[in-house]
């Protein structure tokens, strides 16, 4: 009866959201946000039963950003069916026909700069995309998502009171395009770095961690030294995060887990069983009081995000569509240079985005779970 009752409720605000916005916005857009469904809460917050019942691409929320419009398209596939236990043959070549008819459908909306979000960056390669569609730009919007994990990594450090020289960190994937940001930054400020990685893929990963200089391990079970903070930089499921792996992990204080995985790397049930011994922070995403949802607070909310927040890759799709210095780029490749190019835009001027307040699960976090963290109890009736 409860799961019914919540999808009436979405299935009516999110078709009142989706006729607002096309009342709203009729003009050409300047940027289009194509999406798969993250998981199951995505599917009810959209308005359909499951997944089964979304239609192969859903026009969704609506943006204005100084002058930029874009659009929200959602393709009818979740993550798991794309790249988790779920991704066979069938379901990767129907999301594939259902990207690129989204795809189509931001060109024909007037789109030229069209952001891969997601899972859906592993559907189609560059080279396909540009013989496809050689008049758009698209990118897949980590470069400016990974300088927000970073600056969201050093504010963690500054919160809690810890010196990233006398700490230690584990990075979930440290070779991803987020997890080598990460790596970057940590190894910047001196922090001693754990990478955590997969062992079927031990030859390759050991010769990364030695290029890098990092510890490598398979499992959270080989971490034998405890850490100050996890950098989770992948949901894949042998990655994640359980209430055994956060005891093991914890090193006398709140354990910090910054974490920009869509879906996250820690399940809404793991985080509040553990609450008690663990900080966790949203991370990747930008903020900008410029920033208009066609729905306002409540469609943000859907996604998950709180108000003139979005997800850092949107961010950096916005900014290509704005500033044209950055349009001759290759946003397929996740690198300093590129990092360095959308630093400038990096601020709470016009056009630009900064880090929104500290996040967990979409929710803000209360300055007092910061002040608890050093003096902080194993017992939760003493939180």
Known sequence: MKKVTIFLFYFLVARALRLWSALVLRSKLDVVFISNYRDDTDVTRFGFWDI?????????????????????LMIGSTTEQIVGEKAIYNNKQKAKQQFVAAVHKAVNKGSKVILLAAATKRLLKQEELQKLFPNVIFTIGDNFTAL????????????SGLKPNNSRALIIAPHGFLGSAALHFLQSVQCKILGLGKKEKQIGFERYAERHGFQSVYSFEQVIDKVDLVVACSSDPQYMLQSADIENLCNGHKLIVVDPCQPPNITPNVYYNNSHKLIHYDAGNGYSKYLKYIGGAIASRILRLTDRTTFGCFCEAFLIAKHPELKQRNWFVVSPENINAVSKFFGEEQGQFNLPKPTCFGKPIPQQQNEKFIDWSWRKDEI
């Open 52 to 72: 089964n019942s979304a239609p192969d691409v859903l026009s969704w929320i609506c943006y204005e950003w100084e002058g930029i419009k874009g659009q929200l």
């Open 148 to 159: 927000l994990l970073q600056k969201r990594i050093a504010e963690a450090f500054e919160l």
